[in-house]
């Protein structure tokens, strides 16, 4: 059976560009650090840092933020070109698609958790100390958006590929 774009599920190409998405996120800024709470001659000083050190795209971070984006593309490939073999369909690719979706969103939430370890402990104690603070940046909003869909649209899936199993069962 050849592989044709017409026979593929809206929910398998939503699954698709959600990890499209996620990997266009990796160029965003994922984390940024901000000196609001900081005196005057620090601001000055911040202010004149090169912007790479101002803020990181993923790439420029942990595991835990350029890896969740990758798998989340890995799946949607996957889903994408293998959704269409009624056998991978029936043997779990919509439970394989899930648990790379919510593998994704534990690693998320733990880069999520960790963002200021991008830096060693003496640097956040300065950072601190200085008042400049390590927050999360739009791409990792926009990268958790993604995986959330990612995880919806697959449970939407597996739904459906019951609904298969149970009528295909019923035409026997």
Do not use: N
Request: glycine content about 6%.
């Amino acid at each position: 059976m050849a592989f044709s774009t017409k026979r593929v599920t809206w929910r398998e190409w939503l699954g698709l560009a959600a990890g499209l998405l996620a990997f266009g996120t990796l160029f965003l800024p994922w984390t940024v650090l901000t000196a609001d709470t900081a005196t005057p001659d620090v601001k000055d000083a911040f202010a004149s840092l090169p912007h790479d050190d101002v803020v990181r795209s993923a790439w420029h971070s942990d595991p835990f933020s350029w890896l969740p984006p990758v798998v989340l593309l890995v799946a949607g490939l996957v889903v994408v070109v293998f959704g269409q073999v009624r056998k991978a369909r029936m043997s779990g690719l919509p439970h394989l698609w899930l648990v790379a979706g919510l593998a994704a969103l534990v690693l998320m939430a733990i880069g999520w958790s960790t963002v200021d370890w991008v830096f060693d402990s003496d640097q956040r104690a300065f950072l601190e100390a200085a008042g400049v603070t390590v927050s999360a940046g739009v791409g990792r909003y926009l990268g958790m958006l993604c995986t959330l869909v990612s995880v919806v649209v697959a449970i939407v899936d597996i739904r459906a590929a019951r609904a298969e199993s149970r009528a295909s069962r019923r035409r026997r």
